[in-house]
């Protein structure tokens, strides 16, 4: 299973910005899809998460601010990201549990994309 994410960049204080991430490979199932945020010389943190069903979960600095969805159909997940905030800035990465063909729940990351929220 490969990620492929995109969408990161610079914006303003108070702009918005949406990440995208698709698997592709040889996919069986995945339950969760999600974002998560790295700083550096911190350990990653989870910004928002989905799972097969739609049901979201969401960091308590993400809600009302950030919207994940996913394309079951297309194995892709996005993350909205609206009002954002200078201590948004971090590296951002896509993350997926994969079930089948060897895995169970296995975890895989997309390569990471830089949000840099300038104040």
């Known amino acids: 299973v490969q990620l492929q994410a995109s969408g990161g960049g610079l914006v303003q204080a108070g702009g918005s910005l949406r990440l995208s991430c698709a698997a592709s490979?040889?996919?069986?199932?995945?339950?969760?899809m999600g974002w998560y945020r790295q700083d550096p010389g911190k350990g990653p943190e989870l910004v928002a998460s989905?799972?097969?069903?739609?049901?979201?979960n969401y960091a308590d600095s993400a809600k009302g601010r950030f919207t994940i969805s996913r394309d079951n159909a297309r194995n892709s997940v996005n993350l909205q990201m609206n009002n954002l905030k200078p201590e948004d800035t971090a590296v951002y990465y896509c993350?997926?549990?994969?079930w089948g063909y060897g895995d169970y729940g296995t975890d895989y990351w997309g390569q990471g994309t830089l949000v840099t929220v300038s104040s």
């Open positions: 989905i799972d097969s069903s739609g049901s979201t």
């Open positions: 993350h997926v549990d994969h």
């Open positions: 490979g040889r996919i069986s199932s995945i339950k969760v």
